[in-house]
């Protein structure tokens, strides 16, 4: 039988766009979802905006317009993101819903009824000249228990500590900058430190696999604290004015946000289940069923941030809410994601922006694959660093993956008719391919993405090595090795299927373009594909460019698409000297800096084919080696040279050059060309012992 999967990423707050933090987490969670799909397992992939609180109020205020205009302002640009990342959630919720109020009201209630709820009057901040209570976020001073200054008035972001506004050192409003005055006001606790709750959180978090041993040992400390590190009961509500859900029997309060925002993933799923989307995904019962069934798993992927809420409130709340609602099956932490080792900040310019990085026209799934390459299970921060970044993509993705298909698929097509065909037993190859496939298969599952990365790029390598190997541009050249040249080929495009059916989970539309595409089925990938011999092919078709630097650049520039970066701390070194260049060109100094000159790589490139190109008066089109990849060149040679004549000469290409789209494909370097007047063009060859591939200095 599958498994009944419900997995749920953080809430987005309401009150601004989506950061790349948001969507680091969204494509890791997706990466495990279409894997868990892959495998014929019954996923529920849902989430929702995070609706509710002061901050929400208060920056509707300031434009003039209702809370819930702003939240739907917010809501509409959502798609954007989801669409452009290739993110698969099933259904998008807010936590300003009917379904989220009911929730929310029923668990208070049940909670109540456990003896857990109890009333306390409390002093609060409250800002004399703004006249409103302070929310906990809007109070800030020393950390009571590190001293580190300006901390928010709920939690120490330098040590982690949680405490009440009260306890900070010299307070202070931060809307207004006024000293807060203490004002008594009555509210609701949910009695977290009652021996109910402790106990059953101590046998939660010992379940062996549920959380990560990290999280464990953080969520412990917390649990076994004492004196002002005990574990607190829990501030639930709010003083109007508030904009959240109103509790049911105390007029004039609210929800504290952090109680309606988690239950907002039992909102999303049921409004999920209300729309039929369920239903049409092949779960037959309905949302109660489906949450108090056994064999229901409810799976969180969260930030380091909001352990605290997520691995002692959050399962305390729906264990004694008791049935239908269950307490998580696990939840999955990620640490925090940085810029060339530097933390967060568009002032400083190591912001980066997702909407941006679709705008300039970069591909989502270049930044999919570098974040599973550096994604693991534990809880450690990730670091953005755009050479890496650009080394890894055009190296990984390029050099080796899709190298493969462009460098094998011409020789199958134009020579055996799309058909492929392999000499000899092919139970070895099938086995290394099932095997390979199972280590993958692993790493998936425990979020080890890095390591599936590794292992997959192995067998890149591997399969490229035996292709080189074995030689087929020379193959081609005699008949009599024809049935040589096609179990070369074809072994290597079945490599290429099972990288594509490995890699389906980071680059779904680029493998469902392989699956339909090159491989002609009706449908994606599924894991099962990785051990079926494929039998035909047909005609490659471009499947993914290479990073320019230079769009690094603009990823990072404030100002328009594609102008040179205004920070050049934030600049990748290549894109720091082609701006130098661009500069210098401008002026009317045709002097290079030697640095400006080894930006320009210049390779040994020889040509396996050229041909002739039906409309173009000048181009030949050209297949080269360079080695570890294939490349298509558009060159205006023709005038020159019979493309038969050209067949296994070196030459030599441009080969960091951005690729153009022309009318006649896209042209993925330059070969270099000597001409005077009325003479020419002259192509460069390399002396004798030259071999593809090589750098020229």
């Not at 106990?199 to 004196?227: C, H, I, M, Y």
């Not at 534990?378 to 190298?403: H, M, Q, T």
Request: charged content about 20%.
């Amino acid at each position: 039988m599958p498994r009944r999967i419900f997995v749920t990423t953080a809430l987005p707050y309401a009150n601004g766009p989506f950061h790349i933090g948001h969507i680091m987490e969204y494509i890791q969670a997706d990466i495990w979802v279409r894997f868990q799909r892959m495998q014929g397992q019954q996923v529920h992939f849902v989430c929702a905006d995070d609706a509710h609180g002061a901050p929400i109020m208060l920056k509707a205020e300031a434009e003039g317009i209702s809370p819930q205009q702003l939240v739907a302002r917010v809501a509409a640009d959502r798609p954007r993101y989801l669409q452009g990342f290739h993110l698969s959630f099933d259904h998008w919720h807010s936590t300003d819903s009917p379904e989220n109020t009911r929730l929310s009201q029923d668990i208070y209630a049940r909670l109540k009824a456990a003896g857990l709820i109890y009333r306390k009057s409390v002093e609060q901040f409250f800002d004399p000249l703004k006249g409103m209570f302070l929310p906990d976020r809007y109070v800030k001073g020393e950390c009571p228990n590190c001293h580190s200054p300006d901390q928010y008035g709920d939690a120490c972001e330098v040590c982690g500590t949680v405490y009440a506004p009260t306890d900070l050192i010299d307070p202070y409003s931060a809307l207004t900058g006024a000293k807060p005055l203490l004002k008594a006001s009555e509210h609701l606790f949910f009695r977290l430190s009652d021996p109910r709750c402790v106990a059953f959180l101590e046998d939660w978090l010992g379940t062996p696999g549920r959380l990560q041993p990290q999280v464990v040992n953080k969520a412990r400390e917390w649990l076994a604290g004492s004196g002002a590190q005990a574990l607190a009961d829990w501030d639930i509500s709010r003083d109007a004015p508030y904009f959240g859900i109103p509790i049911p029997d105390a007029p004039g309060k609210y929800f504290y946000v952090w109680l309606d925002a988690p239950i907002g993933y039992l909102a999303a799923l049921e409004s999920y289940f209300e729309s039929g989307k369920a239903a049409a995904n092949g779960e037959p019962r309905s949302f109660e069923q489906f949450l108090a069934a056994p064999d229901t798993e409810q799976i969180h992927f969260i930030g380091k941030d909001i352990i605290y809420f997520h691995t002692l409130f959050w399962p305390a709340m729906l264990r004694f809410a008791g049935p239908p609602y269950r307490v998580p099956a696990h939840v999955y932490v990620h640490g925090f994601i940085t810029v060339s080792g530097a933390k967060m900040s568009k002032s400083r310019g190591t912001g980066l922006s997702p909407l941006r990085y679709l705008e300039i026209g970069m591909d989502a799934e270049w930044l999919r694959y570098f974040l599973a390459a550096r994604l693991n299970g534990s809880v450690e921060d990730l670091d953005f660093n755009p050479d890496d970044f650009v080394a890894r993509v055009n190296s990984d993705l390029i050099g080796k993956y899709v190298n493969i298909a462009s460098r094998a698929a011409s020789f199958i097509t134009r020579s055996f008719n799309g058909e492929l065909k392999f000499s000899g037993d092919t139970r070895e190859l099938v086995r290394a391919a099932g095997d390979t496939a199972a280590l993958v298969q692993k790493s998936y599952e425990n979020r080890e993405f890095g390591r599936a990365m590794r292992d997959i790029m192995a067998f890149a390598d591997r399969i490229n090595q035996e292709f080189d190997a074995r030689k087929p541009w020379v193959l081609a050249r005699e008949q009599s090795r024809a049935g040589e040249l096609q179990d070369v080929c074809s072994r290597a495009l079945y490599g290429f299927k099972l990288l594509s059916v490995l890699l389906t989970p980071v680059l779904p539309a680029v493998s469902g373009r392989v699956a339909r595409g090159l491989f002609g089925l009706d449908r994606g990938f599924v894991w099962s594909d990785a051990q079926v011999l494929p039998d035909r092919i047909n005609p490659y078709e471009h499947l993914m460019t290479r990073v320019d630097p230079r769009q690094l650049d603009a990823l990072f520039d404030s100002g328009v698409p594609g102008a040179p970066a205004a920070n050049a701390a934030a600049a990748t070194p290549a894109a720091a000297t082609a701006a130098a260049a661009t500069a210098a060109a401008a002026s009317g100094n045709t002097v290079l800096s030697i640095d400006e000159f080894r930006r320009i790589e210049l390779r040994v490139a020889r040509i396996v084919r050229a041909e002739t190109i039906d409309g173009a008066d000048k181009l030949l089109k050209l297949t080269l080696d360079l080695g570890t990849e294939t490349r298509t060149v558009f060159a205006g040679i023709k005038s020159a040279y019979d493309p038969a004549s050209l067949t296994g000469r070196l030459t030599v290409v441009v080969a960091n050059l951005a690729p153009r789209k022309m009318k006649f494909g896209v042209s993925e370097g330059m070969v270099l060309a000597a001409s005077g007047e009325g003479q020419g063009p002259f192509l460069l060859s390399a002396d004798a012992g030259a071999t593809p591939g090589m750098r020229i200095t």
